[in-house]
């Protein structure tokens, strides 16, 4: 089964930024469609940046051109760079990997981001 593990999460100054990474284990990493989510209190978990298998990213447009996805399959490690951010980038963020190999989706339990001056 497939573990991930969030961290680099914190307070930061609007304007800031802030890197979050997450390390999968238990499960071969290459091939995996690694996502980033986030949920802000009292809202719905949200779809925020995505890296396939071969580099391909896709994000939400509210964070396009202040986040950026990246992979480094020998650490089986993702990575999500955060720059200008805004108090409405305040979230619990949370890492998924989904796995056509095993025919499911893991989830890791969160690191909290705090946009505040």
């Known amino acids: 089964q497939g573990r991930l593990m969030e961290s680099g999460g914190g307070l930061v100054q609007p304007g800031g930024s802030l890197r979050v990474s997450c390390l999968v284990s238990g499960i071969e990493f290459s091939h995996l469609l690694m996502g980033w989510y986030r949920q802000a209190p009292g809202k719905q978990r949200e779809f925020v940046a995505e890296?396939?298998?071969?580099?391909?990213?896709r994000y939400v447009d509210s964070v396009k051109d202040r986040f950026v996805i990246s992979r480094e399959n020998a650490e089986n490690t993702v990575y999500l760079q955060m720059n200008n951010l805004k108090p409405e980038d305040t979230a619990v963020y949370y890492c998924?990997?989904?796995?056509?190999?095993?025919?499911?989706?893991?989830w890791g339990r969160g690191t909290q981001v705090t946009v505040s001056s």
């Open positions: 890296i396939t298998s071969k580099g391909k990213t």
């Open positions: 998924k990997a989904d796995s056509w190999m095993v025919g499911g989706a893991f």
